[in-house]
Every structure is written in structure tokens, then in C-alpha cells.
């Protein structure tokens, strides 16, 4: 004990140098230590094992080393390309700073090949990615060296597609694409841009697809296809100061715009070749809906079973692979309707022929509950009245007037009953008379044109009255009064274009800035000003499409037919798809279709 009492007072003493002795890092464990800045620049290549343009590579058990500056991991594997492709991808390891490419397969002998790791390696710490690089070698004894670019894009939107396969192929079929790989391939970057090395100079036909499956054959139940109207040689010999061959930064706008493309490929959405119904669905108690796999669907009869076949109300969409079923009558319907048909389907032969089915709509659970209620308060007055929906908006009301859709045909209509009336600004009233127009497309869908020219300062009313529709339920309309006027906003604009060289029918379509949306829509057959009005200040976009069938759609493309879609441009002003329209302006542009279309 006396021992024990001589040291404690060197205890203290000894925690504190224990504690000096001990290393900095531990002096403090709840702060972090401080690091360096962050590091942004990605890896550099600095070898390939074999060495680049290498001849008579072997093709069995092949693989390619690329060494880097610094730890790296693969982030997008589908970026390892291999043209011509082998029936499967290639694989990788990593081992140390290196990235170890093999194929499963056996390579082609005599064959050039290029491989791709563009946009698929980065760092291991920061996620960096590597800029790319295209390695070239040969089975043969020497390398082919011309070379091609091109742009592939929407046929609608003209909108570049992204990571789109484009193939190249020595056989000339058109079936070619849907049997077996092409002979050279390159995937699209961010602006729909490729860029084909060191190909053999032959006779090509040229192909894009978006290859859903990457397996680079195109399948036309669930990719979309492009492909150049004639076969294709290359012209160009490849060396490595070509811009367009040049690895870019994707954001860099002007440099990646700059590039120039030989070819322009509009890739489209095949219409399905089988006919077959796809779907059915009992929607309503009176309402049933079918889909078709393919359109252009010809119905030869059909009939409900055990109704009269007047009784049966039916609508085709504009593709005519959709139809939509009423039943005109107001007794009670069975919880199962069966419709007989006789339509024009794919046999075993893949031939059209008659073909008669009995199709069965049965009420589902949840739409049986839904219209068997029983209590009175579980009754909406929306299931008890004929509904409507109804548009009326004043910056279009000259050209598409009120829109009124039903939510089913009408058996009884007065529109003779409606009522329109106009109040100036010192607000007098005045009567004034409409037309009304069904729709073509759509037997549930009305336009109510006003006769008289609108004027701003106006108030207009359109008065739907009570009870003077019925639709097939049986049920009546309520009363509703719909208000429009004219815009008054001093700082909108006009765009008036003056169109010439009208020799087709044309589908004339103001989109907004990215393309993705249509705000007004002409069809034209002549020569004739177009007019914009009540634009607010920005950037729009007009498209037109060549209506060749002048069937009022954009009809897609037939590959073995050798059809391309219906040709789709865009007015370009200053070399720029955008229109900027300022404030308080008349902007007037003259566009010679013809010349447009040539």
C-alpha cells in the first residue's frame, strides 16, 4: 500500500506523455482529417497490349490489355464495342490499373476490327470518365482504312437518337438486318452522331436501329429501324486528323455541332405485319374496347349475340387498330356481352383471310361493384347524367371554335337548342348563330364554329341547355354556359407564313422549343398564308410533313417494302430549327415548299 501511495503522483504525468507520444492522426477522433482537392481529371491510357493496328491477331482466345494511369472500373459495359460484332458481348476483368477485353467467341480470319471503350471507363475514386478510344487490329494482314459518318434521328421530332446501332451490310437483302450481324457497326453518342473506322471499301445498305435486345439484328416486334433509300459506298480514307473522329466532351455543343455528317438516317416504328386481336376489354356496362396488333383492320361483320345487330354502336381510331363498342339499348346488359366477328386475320401462312371468333366481355370485379351500387348516397350525379367535357380557349377559338366530347354516342341530339351570344365592351348583347361539325374520327366529338368574326374586347357565350342530349345510357345532359374572349395581352405576337410550292397535301405543326409539344396545327393542299396568332415572346419550332396518302397522319415506314416514312422537315431560319418570336411583333416568313421538299 505504502508503495502503491509513493507513485500516484507520477500517474498524470505519465497520461500526458503518454499521450505526446502517441501519433498526430489519433490525437483526435472525432474530426475527420482534412484531404486535398478533388480530384477531376480522368484516367489516361499509357499502353495496349497488343499494340495498336496489330495484323494477324489470332482469332482464337484474343484478348486486349489497356493500362491506365491510375485505378479504373468499367461503368457502362454496353460501351465495350466490338464492330463487326460477335454473337455475344465482350467480356472484361480488372486487373490492377489494367482492363482485360476477350471474346467467348472465335474472331472472323481476314477481318479488320475496331473496339470501342468510349464512354464506358472511369476512375475508381471519383467516377471520372475516361474521354475514349478507338483500338484497331487485324486477324488478316492488313488493316482496312476507309471510314464514314452520319446522324441518326426521329422521323417525327428530327430529334437525334442516342446509343442507336447502325449497321453496315455487304449483303444486300433487305431482309438481312432481321436474319444475322452486319459486317461493320457504331453506336450513336448523345447527338445522335457516329462514326464508322477503318471499314473495307465496298458496297454497303446502311441500317440503324434501337436495338432493345443488343443482340445487332433488328427486331421489328420491338425496335424501331432506319435505313438509306440506296446502297452506300465509302469515299473518305481514314487518318487520325479527321475532326469528326475526334473524342469530345458531349457538352461541348459547338465542337460536337460542328462535326459534319455524310449520311441522315430517320429511324420510324414498323406497323406490325400479323393481325390478330391483342386485347379486350369490357370498359362499361354498355362499353367495350378491342385492340388490334396491327392497323388497318377490316372488319367484315359483327354483332352482340342475342341483340339485333343495329344495336350495336362502333368507332375505329385513325390508325384503325383500336375500336371502341356501345351497345344502344336500355335494357339490362349481362355481366358477360359476347361479340361475334368476322375480320380479316394472319393464318398460319401469314396470309389474311376471314376469319370468324366469338369474343367474350365479361364485367371484372372491381367495374361490377362500381355499377352495382345499391345505396343511394354511393350514387354520384355524374352516373346519372349524360357527361360532357367542353374546351373553349380564347387563343384558339378561331380556329378550332368550342370542342364538346361526350363520354358516349348521343341516341338524341337539338343542337338547334345551343345558344351563342356576344357582349361588347359597353355591354350590349347580341345574338349570334353557330355551326356545329362532327368529328371524323371521333362520333363523340363536336365543334361548335361561332359564324360571325370575334372581336377583341368581346365576351362570347355558348349555352349547352338542360336536357336536350341523350346519350346511349339513357341518360340526359346537364345545362352549362361556356365564356371565351379573345386575348388582349398587348405584348403577344403574330407569325403569318406565307407558304408556296404547295404540289401535295401538307401537315403544317407549331411546336414549342423542344419539340415535344404541338400548340396549333394546318392542313393545306395550296398555296396560302398560315397564320400564328397570340404567341408569347420565345423559341418555336415549325414542323411540316408531306402528306403523300393525304390521310391527315404521319405514316410510318415499310422496310421490306422499301418505304421510307412520310418526309418530315423543319423550317429553319439563320440555319436554326428556332423561330425567337419578340413581343409586340408581326413576324413574316415565306417557305417554298417545293424547293423545302426537293
Not at 486535398?36 to 499502353?47: A, N
Not at 459547338?254 to 438516317?265: Q, Y
Amino acid at each position: 500500500m505504502n508503495r502503491l501511495t509513493k507513485y500516484l503522483p507520477l500517474i498524470p504525468a505519465a497520461l500526458v506523455l503518454g499521450a505526446m507520444m502517441l501519433p498526430s492522426g489519433c490525437a483526435n477522433t472525432t474530426t475527420p482529417p482534412s484531404g486535398g482537392p478533388k480530384d477531376t481529371i480522368p484516367p489516361v491510357l499509357v499502353k495496349t497490349v497488343p499494340f495498336p493496328g496489330t495484323t494477324n491477331m489470332p482469332v482464337h482466345k484474343t484478348q486486349i490489355k489497356f493500362t491506365f494511369d491510375e485505378y479504373v472500373v468499367v461503368k457502362e459495359a454496353n460501351n465495350i464495342f466490338l464492330s463487326p460484332p460477335l454473337e455475344k458481348k465482350p467480356k472484361y476483368r480488372i486487373s490492377g490499373k489494367s482492363i482485360i477485353v476477350t471474346f467467348e467467341s472465335d474472331l472472323d480470319t481476314n477481318t479488320t476490327y475496331t473496339l470501342d471503350i468510349t464512354g464506358a471507363i472511369a476512375d475508381n475514386n471519383e467516377g471520372n470518365m475516361y474521354e475514349g478510344f478507338t483500338y484497331v487490329f487485324s486477324t488478316g494482314d492488313h488493316i482496312d482504312s476507309m471510314c464514314v459518318t452520319g446522324t441518326v434521328q426521329d422521323c417525327n421530332s428530327l430529334v437525334p437518337i442516342k446509343n442507336a446501332t447502325v449497321l453496315l451490310y455487304k449483303d444486300h437483302a433487305d431482309s438481312a438486318v432481321l436474319k444475322h450481324r452486319p459486317d461493320a457497326a457504331a453506336k450513336t453518342d448523345d447527338w445522335g452522331f457516329f462514326s464508322l473506322r477503318n471499314i473495307k471499301d465496298t458496297v454497303y445498305r446502311v441500317y440503324a436501329i434501337r436495338d432493345a435486345n443488343n443482340n445487332n439484328i433488328y427486331d421489328p416486334d420491338q425496335e424501331s429501324v432506319a435505313f438509306l433509300d440506296s446502297v452506300f459506298r465509302p469515299v473518305t480514307v481514314f487518318n487520325d486528323s479527321i475532326y469528326e473522329f475526334k473524342k469530345f466532351d458531349m457538352k461541348d455543343t459547338a465542337l460536337c455541332l460542328a462535326r459534319k455528317s455524310e449520311l441522315e438516317l430517320n429511324v420510324f416504328r414498323e406497323k406490325p405485319s400479323k393481325q390478330m386481336i391483342m386485347k379486350k376489354e369490357r370498359v362499361g356496362l354498355r362499353t367495350a374496347h378491342l385492340t388490334f396488333m396491327a392497323p388497318d383492320t377490316k372488319i367484315n361483320s359483327m354483332k352482340f349475340r342475342g341483340l339485333p345487330k343495329e344495336k350495336l354502336i362502333s368507332q375505329f381510331n385513325l390508325q384503325r387498330d383500336s375500336l371502341e363498342l356501345w351497345v344502344n339499348d336500355q335494357r339490362k346488359m349481362p355481366d358477360t356481352l359476347f361479340l361475334q366477328i368476322n375480320y380479316d386475320k394472319t393464318d398460319t401462312n401469314g396470309r389474311l383471310v376471314p376469319t370468324d371468333e366469338l369474343v367474350k366481355l365479361a364485367l371484372d370485379k372491381k367495374l361490377r361493384a362500381e355499377l352495382q351500387k345499391s345505396s343511394r348516397r354511393d350514387i354520384k350525379h355524374e352516373d346519372t347524367v349524360a357527361v360532357f367535357t367542353s374546351v373553349a380557349d380564347g387563343s384558339t377559338i378561331e380556329q378550332y371554335g368550342f370542342q364538346l366530347e361526350f363520354k358516349y354516342p348521343l341516341i338524341e341530339s337539338a343542337w338547334d337548342s345551343l345558344k351563342f351570344r356576344s357582349v361588347n365592351p359597353r355591354q350590349q348583347e347580341s345574338i349570334g348563330k353557330v355551326s356545329v361539325t362532327q368529328d371524323s374520327t371521333n362520333l363523340r366529338r363536336f365543334t361548335v364554329m361561332p359564324q360571325e368574326k370575334l372581336q377583341p374586347g368581346y365576351d362570347y357565350y355558348l349555352k349547352i341547355p338542360y336536357r336536350k342530349f341523350r346519350d346511349v345510357n339513357g341518360f340526359y345532359n346537364d345545362s352549362t354556359e361556356l365564356k371565351v374572349s379573345l386575348p388582349n395581352d398587348e405584348k403577344l405576337s403574330t407569325l403569318l407564313m406565307e407558304v408556296s410550292g404547295v404540289k401535295n397535301k401538307y401537315i403544317i405543326d407549331l411546336l414549342n422549343e423542344k419539340r415535344d409539344k404541338v400548340i396549333r396545327s394546318f392542313i393545306i393542299d395550296s398555296d396560302r398564308t398560315v397564320v400564328f396568332p397570340y404567341l408569347k415572346t420565345g423559341n418555336y419550332c415549325l414542323r411540316i410533313t408531306e402528306d403523300v396518302n393525304r390521310n391527315n397522319i404521319v405514316d410510318s415506314g415499310v422496310l421490306l417494302a422499301h418505304r421510307q416514312p412520310e418526309k418530315v422537315k423543319f423550317f429553319k431560319l439563320d440555319d436554326k430549327f428556332l423561330i425567337n418570336i419578340p413581343e409586340r411583333s408581326e413576324l413574316v416568313q415565306q417557305v417554298n415548299l417545293e424547293e423545302l421538299f426537293r
